[in-house]
């Protein structure tokens, strides 16, 4: 059975850096690509915002422009893990965000075939 769970998130304020962990098991993870988005209330599923994705390797990264400088993924293949290293958070970044498993990652939802259940994070002013 597939299980990605994500943690890590919080509050903190403006100007402030957080670090998301997403953590798998039930497939093979180092043959996939992971990817993170973030979801703010009243959008669906399908409306959820990219942000950043790695490949199955980890030597390919690629980010929304609007974290491009201030987020940064990664992956630990020997310990089924994905990272997301946020620093220098906006209110604006404020939402859900989950976890996402592609057989070749993407920008869209559609091609993320397993989801974590997602962990706030909350940034104020």
């Known amino acids: 059975e597939v299980q990605v769970v994500e943690y890590g998130g919080g509050s903190v304020q403006a100007g402030g850096s957080l670090r998301l962990s997403c953590a798998a098991s039930?497939?093979?993870?180092?043959?996939?690509?992971m990817g993170w988005f973030r979801q703010v209330p009243g959008k669906d599923r399908e409306e959820r915002e990219f942000?950043?994705?790695?490949?199955?390797?980890?030597?390919?990264?690629y980010y929304t422009d609007s974290v491009k400088g201030r987020f940064t993924i990664s992956r630990d293949n020997a310990k089924n893990t994905v990272y997301l290293q946020m620093n220098n958070l906006k209110p604006e970044d404020t939402a859900v965000y989950y976890c996402?498993?592609?057989?070749?990652?993407?920008?869209?939802?559609?091609?993320?075939?397993?989801w974590g259940r997602g962990t706030q994070v909350t940034v104020s002013s």
């Open positions: 996402g498993v592609s057989p070749f990652g993407g920008t869209t939802t559609d091609v993320y075939v397993d």
């Open positions: 039930g497939f093979s993870f180092d043959g996939f690509a």
């Open positions: 942000v950043a994705t790695i490949n199955y390797s980890g030597d390919t990264t």
